[in-house]
């Protein structure tokens, strides 16, 4: 039997969902209420490749991207006590998903795709950002991988405090702990 995560666990918890659902944002709440630590994955294959996402894509292509970010969740085995806003695609692969589930804990924040696009607006860093008739594709082909995370939290327009307060309950913690 698989032992109960609970926020006495060390193994890190990944923020996964759609662009703009708020992976970020509420990853950083979750971390201060937690003093954990935070770390982006985009970020994390920046920062292994020398170049940004957007250049990624551009240069090298998104199959060379979707390379850099399996080898940048595996190298998450590392952390501890930490927090880890995924991109939008990182968990699509049943591949990254097996490695997602022995190294942590997921949650999916699940947002009407209204809600993300109105935050995304036409941010040209996000090379795979279309248009909404391609966005509602892409989010339905997702969706089944999203729906298999350890957690679903649905968030829409609350605030990044509240979420991260239902996720904390969600994964076992009393919630006078970080009041
Ligand atoms: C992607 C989402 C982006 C980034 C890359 C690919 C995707 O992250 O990883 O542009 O496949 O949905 P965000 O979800 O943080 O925008």
New binding site residues.
């Given amino acids: 039997m698989t032992k109960p995560h609970t926020l006495r666990d060390e193994a890190p918890i990944f923020l996964l969902?759609?662009?703009?659902?708020g992976?970020?944002t509420v990853g950083r709440a979750l971390a201060d209420e937690l003093n954990y630590q935070f770390f982006?994955?985009?970020e994390l294959?920046e920062a292994r490749a020398g170049k940004t996402?957007q250049a990624i894509?551009a240069e090298l292509g998104e199959p060379e991207?979707r390379r850099l970010?399996a080898e940048a969740i595996a190298s998450c085995s590392e952390f501890k006590d930490a927090i880890v806003?995924?991109?939008?695609?990182?968990n699509?692969s049943e591949a990254n998903r097996a490695k997602l589930r022995l190294i942590g804990k997921t949650v999916w924040l699940d947002c009407p795709l209204e809600v993300c696009l109105r935050r995304l607006g036409d941010d040209e860093s996000?090379?795979?950002l279309g248009s909404k008739h391609e966005m509602i594709a892409?989010l339905e082909h997702r969706r089944p991988g999203y729906a298999q995370a350890d957690y679903v939290v649905s968030t829409g327009e609350r605030s990044p405090e509240d979420i991260a307060i239902e996720i904390i309950r969600l994964l076992g913690g009393a919630r006078q702990d970080i009041e």
């Fill in positions: 969902g759609f662009m703009g659902a992976k970020t982006d994955l985009d294959i996402v894509f991207f970010e806003a995924l991109g939008g695609g990182a699509i996000r090379p795979l892409l």
